[in-house]
C-alpha cells in the first residue's frame, strides 16, 4: 500500500476552496489533508464572545463586529441574540466603519471587536491611529486579533498530531512575509509551501508539498509569488509594532500560547474595552460535546463530531467551527455531500 502524506491546510480559506473548486476529488489517495487553526472566529474562546456580549447589553453601547462573529455563541448567548433584543450590536465590513460611527454618535460607547489574524490586523491598527488623530473619546477597542506562528508551533509540538508537511497561509505570509516559519523546517524538520487561493495555487503548492516530503526536504518555500516575499510588508508590519504588543492568548482547542495575541501598544491602551468597562475575560471551559477543538489541532474530521448535521447546523450553530464561511464544520456541511 501506497506511503499516506497528512498535510495540513492552516487557513481557513484553502479549506472551503478545496471543497469549493472540487479540488479534493482529484487528490491522489497518498494526500489527506486535515484542517487547523486558521479561522480567526473559531479559535477565539468562549470568553470573548461573552466579553463582547456583556458589553453589548450596556446601555448607550454599541458593538462593532464582522458578520461572522456575530452568529458565534458564548455562554451567554450571540451577538445576534443581543442585537435581535435591541442590543447595541452593528455589522461593519471594515474597521474603519466604527470610526465613523464613534464620530457621528458622540453620545454613544462604540466597540471596535478586533478579529483576525496578520492579515486584517493592519486595518485594525489604521482605525486606532484614526480614532487617535480625531480624539475620538468614545471609541474603544477590543482585541481579538492572533499571530499565526506561534500556534503553529504549539501544534507541531504535539507528537500525536504526526503530520508530514504544511499549506501555509498566503494572506498572513503577504504581511509576514516566509521568515517567521523557518522554525517549521529547522526545529520540526518538515516543509511548508506558502500558498494562494486560486485552484491551480493549491494544486500547484500541494504538489511542490508532496515533492519536498516525498524527497525529505525541509524547507519553505513561496508558491503565491505574485504577493508574498521572504520579508512581508513593511508598512503592514511597521503599523502592527506601533499599535499592538504581543501578548499570550487563550485559543479554543490549543489553550494558552506564548506570544500568540496582539494587545494594544502602552500608547493606545486609553482605547482598550477592557479597563473602559471594568471586565476582563476570564477562561471558560468549551461547549459540552463539540469538537471544534480537536477539529482546530487536525485530530478529528468535522464529520466524526456527534453533533455534527444534527444539532449544530450552519443555521443553528452550537460551535463557532460552524459559523464562518471559514469554519471547517461549516465547509464540510456545505460541500462534503457532493464529494
Ligand atoms: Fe462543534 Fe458543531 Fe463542529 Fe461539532 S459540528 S465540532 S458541535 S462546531
Not at 25 to 40: D, N, R, W, Y
Not at 78 to 90: F, I, K, P, T
Not at 300 to 329: D, H, I, N
Amino acid at each position: 500500500m501506497a506511503r499516506v502524506y497528512r498535510f495540513m491546510e492552516v487557513c481557513g480559506t484553502h479549506t472551503v476552496n478545496f471543497f469549493r473548486f472540487g479540488l479534493r476529488k482529484l487528490l491522489p489517495p497518498e494526500v489527506e489533508l486535515v484542517s487547523g487553526p486558521g479561522c480567526p472566529v473559531c479559535v477565539m474562546p468562549p470568553e470573548e464572545v461573552d466579553f463582547l456580549v456583556e458589553v453589548a447589553r450596556k446601555p448607550g453601547v454599541v458593538v462593532c463586529a464582522f458578520g461572522d462573529l456575530l452568529k458565534v455563541p458564548g455562554s451567554k448567548g450571540s451577538l445576534r441574540e443581543v442585537r435581535a433584543q435591541g442590543g447595541g450590536v452593528r455589522l461593519i465590513y471594515s474597521p474603519m466603519e466604527a470610526v465613523h460611527l464613534a464620530a457621528s454618535e458622540p453620545e454613544k460607547k462604540i466597540v471596535l471587536a478586533g478579529v483576525g489574524f496578520e492579515t486584517t490586523a493592519p486595518a485594525h491598527a489604521v482605525a486606532l491611529l484614526e480614532a487617535r488623530k480625531r480624539r475620538l473619546r468614545n471609541f474603544f477597542f477590543f482585541s481579538a486579533l492572533r499571530i499565526m506562528p506561534p500556534p503553529l508551533r504549539a501544534l507541531l509540538s504535539d507528537p500525536e498530531l504526526a503530520l508530514d508537511g504544511l499549506l501555509l497561509p498566503g494572506h498572513v505570509s503577504a504581511v509576514i512575509g516566509s521568515r517567521p516559519y523557518t522554525f517549521i523546517a529547522e526545529e520540526f524538520g518538515l516543509p511548508g509551501v506558502i500558498t494562494g487561493f486560486e485552484p491551480r495555487d493549491m494544486l500547484e503548492g500541494l504538489a511542490r508539498l508532496l515533492e519536498l516530503a516525498r524527497s525529505g526536504r525541509p524547507t519553505i518555500e513561496i508558491q503565491y509569488r505574485r504577493v508574498v516575499t521572504p520579508e512581508g510588508n513593511p508598512w503592514g508590519k511597521r503599523l502592527l509594532k506601533e499599535v499592538f504588543r504581543p501578548v499570550d492568548g487563550r485559543w479554543r482547542g490549543l489553550g494558552l500560547i506564548p506570544g500568540s495575541k496582539l494587545a494594544l501598544a502602552p500608547d493606545f491602551e486609553e482605547f482598550s474595552a477592557e479597563k473602559t468597562f471594568s471586565l476582563e475575560p476570564k477562561p471558560l471551559p468549551e461547549p459540552p460535546g463539540c469538537a471544534c477543538g480537536k477539529i482546530l489541532r487536525g485530530q478529528k474530521r468535522p464529520p466524526e463530531c456527534p453533533l455534527f448535521g444534527k444539532r449544530c447546523t450552519p443555521e443553528t450553530p452550537y460551535g463557532p467551527c460552524m459559523v464562518s464561511s471559514e469554519g471547517a464544520c461549516a465547509a464540510y456541511f456545505r460541500f462534503a455531500e457532493s464529494e
